[in-house]
């Protein structure tokens, strides 16, 4: 009996170290669990390239991935759906417009030089520019006073604006609408300035910083060696002419500024750049994120923006834990009226599987989401059919007339090939949904998969381990405990 204690006492110290992480390390829940949102992204084709290719797909992938995780977004999931689309999950982000603005924007840096023959007409919209961003500060100073807004309204001049930019202005103008101007403004300004060689592509970082003079927010830019020789020589050739450098970002220009006479030799050396454009402390940063992962290589769409709030993702977790345990406990009830002391054995047994798959969860960690929890409770199923191969083959052990003992020890051996079996199949239908699956389907399959091993091992060895110990109490050893009376074949069999 020494050699199976020391598997019963495996088994305890296994459940104290399972409780252990269960009470200490916390669970990493998924979106409908946590609360978040969730974004759908469409990537779309170009005039060069028409056809989105799988790598294509992972080239946006990667910047994306660069700038969810500058938005300090913890535990977020980006994942490939069908041929064009990605999935993103931002668990704990309740406003979601943010993400959406800095994730389905280009990004696309290009520093261009003024034409020539524009200075006039950008000196009208720089003047234009700078009316509407007074408003703007205004506006975001006063809460979007309703008298201001009034104010504002029968302004000829502004509204003159509106309509030479054809933006609808039938209702009361708001800080949204006096954003959409300034950036047709700043739109109409990058066309008076012409492309040159040198992109975001030569970037090797991207900061922001506050100016201590006027406490306005900047964007720092960082260039590689080319780059910064193609800076060098783009303000070299522009440097004490009337000319600006302009600084556009997806076709809006954020910044024109002029090359003084002292850089006429060399021009402006050292790789670095500043973006000086008003920004928040909000728009530095998202600027800084958009600069930092990188262009899109394809234009993305956001088809679907999805928002789970906390209260419903605490509402699935109690609704799915109350699920599980009513589950376990009906499972426990039919396991021990049909097979009595062996019924509770499993009913034990499958106790220690739900507390070291939790365990196993929170140590990975598995992201849990409803789905992931109806595959932990499927799997607890098949822990449960285990068990009851085994028991059934006591019963005709028993039935046969061996000793009781032997029983045990036969029916996990007759019952071995058929748990295997059954075990494996489920396993390789996990393996094929995960690998085939997304989202959600892989969390089920993740977890179902976790759990139909962990069966295994308790179906196993410590549904045969507590068994066994309990063998070792005289008072326990009767065949009576495992089958009616009236089904033992005769009152001469010993037990041992």
């Known amino acids: 009996m020494g050699r199976k204690n020391y598997w019963f006492l495996f088994v305890i110290l296994f459940a104290i170290f399972s409780i252990f992480i269960c009470t200490n390390i916390p669970f990493q829940l ?42 300090g977004v913890s535990d977020s999931q980006l ?48 003047t234009q520019r700078n009316s509407v961003e007074s408003i703007i500060s ?26 030479k930019y054809n933006i609808q202005s039938d209702q009361i103008l708001d800080e949204v609408q006096f954003n959409t101007l300034r950036n047709k403004i700043s739109t109409e300004i990058a066309s008076l300035f012409e492309p040159t060689s040198l992109t975001g592509q030569y970037l090797t970082n991207a900061g922001r910083r506050q100016d201590q003079n006027t406490n306005n927010w900047e964007v720092t830019l960082s260039f590689n060696n080319e780059g910064g020789e193609l800076f060098a020589d783009l303000t070299k050739s522009i440097a004490g002419t009337s000319r600006l450098l302009g600084i556009v970002i997806d076709g809006i220009s954020y910044s024109e500024a002029s090359v003084g006479k002292q850089f006429e030799t060399a021009g402006i050396t050292g790789g670095a750049a500043t973006i000086s454009g008003n920004f928040t402390a909000d728009d530095a940063r998202n600027l800084e994120v958009q600069l930092r992962g990188g262009a899109l290589p394809l234009p993305i769409e956001i088809v679907q923006i999805r928002t789970i709030g906390p ?35 499993a009913v034990l047994a499958l106790s220690c599987y739900s507390l070291f798959t939790l365990s196993i969860y929170a140590l990975l960690p598995v992201t849990l989401t ?41 029916s996990f051996k007759n019952a071995f090939s058929s748990i295997i079996d059954g075990h494996l199949t489920t396993l390789i239908s996990c393996i094929t949904l995960f690998y085939l699956g997304t ?32 063998m070792s109490f005289q008072g326990l050893r009767k065949i009576s405990n495992f089958i009616n009376v009236n089904q033992i074949p005769s009152p001469s069999i010993n037990v041992q």
Not at 138 to 146: F, H, M, R, V
């Open 138 to 163: 205004l506006l975001e100073e006063n809460n979007n006073s309703a008298q201001l807004l009034k104010e504002i309204n029968i302004n000829n001049d502004i509204n003159q604006l509106f309509e």
């Open 79 to 126: 994942q490939t759906v069908g041929t064009n689309q990605l999935l993103l999950e931002l668990p704990g982000e309740q406003d979601p417009s943010g993400a959406a603005k800095v994730l389905g924007e280009t990004a696309l840096l290009e520093f261009r030089i003024q034409k020539n023959g524009t200075a006039a007409q950008l000196r009208d919209l720089q």
């Open 439 to 470: 989202g959600f389907v892989k969390g089920f399959a993740a977890t179902l998969g976790i759990g139909v091993m962990l069966s295994l091992f308790t179906a196993l060895t410590c549904t045969k381990a507590i068994l066994k110990f309990l």
């Open 30 to 71: 998924g979106l409908d669990l946590r609360g978040g949102s969730q974004l759908t992204l469409e990537v779309q084709p170009t005039k060069e390239i028409t056809k989105i290719t799988p790598n294509e797909i992972e080239g946006v992938k990667a910047v994306l991935d660069k700038r969810v995780n500058g938005l």
């Open 311 to 345: 209260s419903l993702g605490t509402q699935n977790i109690r609704l799915s834990l109350f699920a599980a345990l009513t589950g376990l406990f009906f499972v426990g009830i039919f396991m021990i009226f049909i097979y009595k002391l062996a019924g509770f054995v």
């Open 370 to 410: 409803l789905p992931g929890i109806a595959g932990f409770i499927l799997s607890i199923g098949m822990a449960v059919d285990a068990n009851v191969l085994i028991f059934e083959r006591l019963k005709e052990e028993l039935l046969n007339g061996n000793t009781l003992i032997r029983s045990i020890d036969a």
